[in-house]
T-cell receptor, first 114, second 113 residues
Framework: NAGVTQTPKFRILKIGQSMTLQCTQD?????MYWYRQDPGMGLKLIYY???????DKGEVPNGYNVSRSTTEDFPLRLELAAPSQTSVYFC?????????????FGPGTRLTVT | AQTVTQSQPEMSVQEAETVTLSCTYD???????LFWYKQPPSRQMILVIR??????QNATENRFSVNFQKAAKSFSLKISDSQLGDTAMYFC??????????FGPGTSLSVIP
């Protein structure tokens, strides 16, 4: 299993540009998450999904959009990029069986908006 | 709103000594999960230990153990026999019954030779 993969690893955007961060997991997990981590800070939840076709806002959803058309993919869309969106973005997936819950993280995407 | 607080932004410990990292959380739920994650300079998030709220027994994983006080909403991490490889950011996290996972701001731990 490749686990959780994210592309690209690095990206520089100009203010006002748009882009999509890709996230794919091959573990058939129902739950998927997008977080952002600003320098020296903890992870903030942007959006999450409990299954294909279902998404919900997290703590900091403004400026982002997501979709979940398949179990495997959970892309994050940035429209009209702003310097405040400079951050490291982590995708994660998780499962829960018999009260056992575990979350797996991707390697992260470092995004700079200038 | 559910929140996770880590009151120690930075800590240091001598190699081979024991250190305890604090975490408190706020929730009205009764069933939830708590986690400690380690993030080394590589940025990879590594699960250190988990605790199910319905379990009264504190979780342990080798040199890592927790002190879970449900009534006090406290979830501290104890690292015994600290090693240089333990140097990292440590995040406490809480999973709600609505499937959100909320992270604390982190504690930067330095293990000194």
């Amino acid at each position: 299993n490749a686990g959780v993969t994210q592309t690209p690893k690095f990206r520089i955007l100009k203010i006002g540009q748009s882009m999509t961060l890709q996230c794919t997991q091959d573990m058939n997990h129902n739950y998927m998450y997008w977080y952002r981590q600003d320098p020296g800070m903890g992870l903030k939840l942007i959006y999450y999904s409990v299954g294909a076709g279902i998404t919900d806002k997290g703590e900091v959803p403004n400026g982002y959009n997501v979709s979940r058309s398949t179990t495997e993919d959970f892309p994050l869309r940035l429209e009209l990029a702003a310097p405040s969106q400079t951050s490291v973005y982590f995708c994660a997936s998780s499962y829960e069986i018999d009260y056992h819950y575990e979350q797996y993280f991707g390697p992260g995407t470092r995004l700079t908006v200038t | 709103a559910q929140t996770v607080t880590q009151s120690q932004p930075e800590m240091s410990v001598q190699e081979a000594e024991t250190v305890t990292l604090s975490c408190t959380y706020d929730t009205s739920e009764s069933n939830y999960y708590l986690f400690w994650y380690k993030q080394p300079p590589s940025r990879q998030m590594i699960l250190v230990i988990r605790q199910e709220a319905y379990k009264q027994q504190n979780a342990t994983e080798n040199r890592f153990s927790v002190n879970f006080q449900k009534a006090a909403k406290s979830f501290s991490l104890k690292i015994s026999d600290s090693q240089l490889g333990d140097t990292a950011m440590y995040f406490c996290a809480f999973r709600t019954s609505y499937d959100k996972v909320i992270f604390g701001p982190g504690t930067s731990l330095s293990v000194i030779p």
